[in-house]
């Protein structure tokens, strides 16, 4: 069974404004695929139209199955994780409640243990997650998507405002999560992430898909940097 990504002429509008337009990218199983672009190109709202966290028109399928039209909660039962932006934990539950919680629906068939990928957390089981630091929160917040048995996860930024060190060891999950097999897709500022991951990268401007190659492209750099500030 195969459990690619793919998403076709998504669009998403808040009321009358347009914050992404006709966005197709497919992700197949065991590869990673980054969304790059400035604060309000877009990226944020093409993950909530993906995840059903926002109306979105267009199609989205994941190993086969269509989950457009699906409610979130759906999307997710149906192995699509999600790692908002921001870190969402509950920060009055411990970090062994948080991953239980995320588990509690995972289908049998994709079950992982989250601790095998994040060891990290196995010393900060019974600590309350809201006492966590902000990287220790974005491993769980990760973990808690692994937990919930996925096929396809989603991060939005997960390197924000991490440290050197961390930023590492993200990018390193990451890859790892694409190498058991998963289909990765990256929302990111930091073209740095793409580059390491050897990921493709889809850049977004105003909403509308700019460029799409190879994140190690060596004229990639210029062409962001001519974007970010245009
Ligand atoms: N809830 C909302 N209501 C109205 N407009 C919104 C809402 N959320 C986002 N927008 C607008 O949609 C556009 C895209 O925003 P989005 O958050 O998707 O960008 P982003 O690429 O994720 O930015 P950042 O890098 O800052 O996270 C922006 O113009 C933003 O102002
Ligand atoms: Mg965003």
Do not use: W
């Amino acid at each position: 069974m195969t459990s690619d990504l793919i998403i076709e002429n998504l669009d998403v509008h808040y009321g009358g404004v347009r914050a992404l337009t006709n966005l197709t990218v497919t992700v197949r199983a065991g590869t990673c695929t980054t969304l790059l672009g400035a604060n309000g190109a877009g990226k944020t709202s093409a993950l909530r139209g993906i995840g059903g966290l926002i109306r979105a028109s267009g199609t989205v399928t994941l190993g086969g199955r269509r989950l457009d039209g699906k409610s979130a909660a759906r999307r997710a039962g149906a192995g699509l994780g999600h790692v908002l932006e921001g870190r969402h934990v509950f920060p009055g539950l411990t970090v062994a409640e948080n991953i239980a919680v995320a588990r509690r629906r995972a289908p049998r068939e994709t079950r992982r243990d989250p601790l095998e990928l994040l060891p990290e957390l196995r010393s900060h089981l019974d600590r309350p997650a809201g006492g966590l630091s902000g990287g220790q929160q974005q491993m769980l917040a990760i973990a808690r998507a692994i937990a919930g048995g996925p096929r396809a996860v989603m991060l939005d930024e997960p390197t924000n405002g991490l440290s050197p060190k961390l930023v590492a060891r993200t990018i390193e999950i990451i890859a790892e999560l694409r190498d058991l097999g998963y289909a990765v897709l990256l929302v990111e500022q930091r073209l740095e992430v793409a580059q390491e991951l050897g990921s493709d990268v889809v850049v977004l401007r105003h909403g509308e898909t700019a460029h799409r190659g190879s994140g190690t492209d060596p004229a990639l750099p210029d062409l962001l940097h001519s974007m970010y500030l245009s």
